[in-house]
Each structure stands twice: as structure tokens, then as C-alpha cells.
């Protein structure tokens, strides 16, 4: 018999790579509708959570809807089931379905949203365009019976402890003799109780990123032997882990902006774009934002941009910036829709099979091109 598993553990899993600590205090991202201890049956990922996406979930037999964008953005202050918002939440209670999202925390983590724009367009060398969160690290210790080792490596590093820069299961291991004297109470692994054990342990060391603590803790106490296993934690004043919004990078060969716009337009599929600038002009380095990122073009001149994409750009904003020299590519807000592969490839993979995950076939773009 297969063992249950509740939208608790997979929102764990998911908040592993894209903890809630790193969305913007506007954000209201995490558990929408619903409940975490709710059995999964299938899983649906999308952009927008719309009473199309919902009814695609019920027709599947998915019961659990991740999205990037919150279906509950701004307060409530009645349900009313003849809105459209309340006639949507209606039917999502009575399917009994639940509802999550990964908004901007999915935007600044490192292969999220913007990294993911950033190599799909192929840019090169690329750097946070608007950095936000420092996250310290800490130096993790644990000591393991040598029979124990690649158990208990394989837990830690599992969950992506260890990772520096573009290499995984970083470690250091060095041989020595752990001692001890198990009292009347204990339950001893090795050894006998006020008799003292001398056991040939190796001391791992592993790179810590604060938001995996917890789950490393955790993964040391299941897969250790010892009733007490022995580890420490120590924060390091090494530069930390750095999120921010948006990616800057150059293209591997430069080339017009026409030929990027209509570039961008078939790796995206887009019907149409909005350009500012001379089509002739030739561009190298190119920054992206997905979404709203009209606000942060300054970023972008300053740090040497010839062009900015990013969405729902303003009248005035792209006179501004066009005025500073600055071109901008507006493919729209819909171009985020590259994270329903991302995190389903995710869930696949940490899941490894368990439950099915679905990617969203409706199109929630509300515009068309005429």
C-alpha cells in the first residue's frame, strides 16, 4: 500500500528551494485555501489560479493547485458566490481542493523565475539586477559511525546541504575515535550500558544556507544511528547566499533590437511586443525582470543595460527610460508562465514519482493581439 502524502510534506519540499522568507512583505504567498494535512491525490501546477485552471484540477483528479500568482492577493472583506472571486472560492471548497503559491519567492531564488528568463534568452555572465536579501551561512558538523557514512551523507546532501557555488555534495571528512558511556536508560546502538565505547566515527563537514536548518537537523536525526547523534552548528561570517529581483547578463554575440524583439517573440510565443527605440540599434547587454518591473529601469541604466525586458511597462515610465538611453522590450506579464516546467520538473524529481504532477494546458493571458 502506497503511504499518503499530505500537502504539508509537499509544500515542504517545495519551501526547501523557495522558502517564504524570501517573498516581499506585500506578498501573501503560501497556503491559499485549503488545508496541509489534506492527503495529495495529483497536482496541478500554474500561473493563475482562474475557474478554467480550477475546473482543469477537478476534470484530472488533481486536489492540490500551486501557482506563481496569489488567488488571494488583496483582502477580503466578504465572500460573495455571485463575484467572480467568491463564485471561484466556492468551487474550490466544494471540490475540496487546495490552494498554494510561490510568488515572489519564487522570483528572487536562484533558478527561479528571472533565472529561469535569463537562460532562455542565453545570457551570459549574469548578475541580480536588484539585490534584496543577504542569507548567512553555517558551518555544519556531524559525526557518523563509519558503517553509517553514505547514509547518513546521502541525507543531508539530499536536501541540498552542501552546495557551493555550481558544485553539489561538497563535504569534509576527517577519521577519529568518538567515546562514550551509555547510563542505565539509555538504548545504545553500540556499546553497553556504563561500559565505555570507543568507535571509529568520521567528523563530516558540510556548508549550511540558514533556510535548511531545520531540515537538516531533521535528515541527521532519521538517518543516524545513534540515539543521540552528535552535530554542531556554527554561523560563519562568510558573504551569504545573495536573492534579489531580476537578472543582467550579455548576449554570447550581439545583435539588433529587432532581431532580439523577434527572437523574443518565438522562444516566448508571443503574438506580439511592445518595443521603445530604434529597431536598428545594436544591443549586447540585456537586462530581465519578470512581471512589474517598470519601477526598477534604473537599475538596469545603471548597471549598463542597452535594453530592459520586463513587464506591463507604463506610458510614461518608457518615455522616461528611452530618454536615458535605455530600450525597453515589453513581452507582457505572461512570459512567467516558464516556472509551471520549472517547478513541476521540481516536484517530479523531490517526489520521485509518488504522486503525479501536472503542468496547467490553459493559457491565462487575458490579452490578445488584433
Known amino acids: 500500500m502506497t503511504k499518503e502524502i499530505s500537502v504539508g510534506k509537499v509544500v515542504q519540499l517545495l519551501e526547501s528551494w523557495v522558502p517564504k522568507k524570501l517573498a516581499a512583505d506585500w506578498d501573501n504567498v503560501g497556503l491559499q485555501i485549503g488545508s496541509l494535512s489534506h492527503p495529495v491525490k495529483q497536482i496541478l501546477v500554474t500561473l493563475d489560479v482562474t475557474e ?46 487546495t490552494v498554494y503559491a510561490a510568488h515572489t ?33 553555517y558551518k555544519l558538523f556531524v559525526y557518523v559511525p563509519e ?50 565505547s570507543f568507535v571509529d566515527e568520521i567528523k563530516l563537514e558540510y556548508l549550511l544556507p540558514s533556510h535548511l536548518r531545520n531540515q537538516a537537523i531533521d535528515a541527521i536525526k532519521k538517518a543516524h544511528p545513534y540515539e543521540e547523534p552528535v552535530f554542531d552548528i556554527i554561523k560563519l561570517e562568510n558573504d551569504g547566499i545573495i536573492y534579489g529581483l531580476g537578472r543582467i547578463g550579455t548576449l554570447k554575440t550581439e545583435k539588433t533590437l529587432r532581431q532580439l524583439s523577434t527572437e523574443l517573440k518565438e522562444i516566448f510565443q508571443l503574438e506580439g511586443l511592445r518595443v521603445t527605440g530604434s529597431l536598428d540599434r545594436i544591443v549586447k ?86
Open 52 to 97: 478554467e485552471v480550477v475546473d482543469e484540477a477537478i476534470e484530472i483528479g488533481a486536489n492540490l493547485i500551486i501557482s506563481h500568482h496569489p488567488l488571494l492577493f488583496k483582502s477580503l472583506k466578504q465572500i460573495n458566490y455571485q463575484s467572480p472571486i467568491g463564485k471561484l472560492i466556492q468551487k474550490i471548497i466544494k471540490h475540496d481542493l
Open 147 to 196: 558503517t553509517h557514512l553514505d547514509v547518513v551523507d546521502q541525507a543531508i546532501t539530499k536536501i541540498g546541504v552542501g552546495q557551493l557555488g555550481d558544485y553539489k555534495d561538497c563535504s569534509f571528512r576527517l577519521k577519529g575515535t568518538g567515546t562514550f558511556t551509555p547510563l542505565d536508560n539509555a538504548n545504545p546502538y553500540i556499546g553497553s550500558e556504563n561500559k565505555r
Open 105 to 137: 519567492n519564487l522570483d528572487v531564488v536562484i533558478g527561479g523565475v528571472n533565472d529561469l528568463l535569463a537562460s532562455k534568452l542565453k545570457l551570459e555572465n549574469t548578475k541580480i539586477l536588484v539585490p534584496e536579501i543577504e542569507e548567512p551561512f
Open 285 to 370: 547587454k540585456v537586462a530581465v525582470l519578470g512581471g512589474s518591473g517598470e519601477k526598477y529601469y534604473h537599475h538596469a541604466k545603471r548597471l549598463g543595460a542597452d535594453v530592459y525586458i520586463t513587464g506591463d511597462v507604463s506610458f510614461h515610465f518608457a518615455q522616461d527610460a528611452l530618454a536615458q538611453g535605455l530600450s525597453i522590450i515589453d513581452p507582457g506579464h505572461h512570459i512567467e508562465v516558464i516556472m509551471v516546467e520549472a517547478v513541476s520538473e521540481y516536484l517530479r524529481e523531490q517526489l520521485d514519482s509518488a504522486i503525479k504532477v501536472n503542468e496547467s494546458k490553459i493559457s491565462t493571458e487575458p490579452f490578445q493581439f488584433i
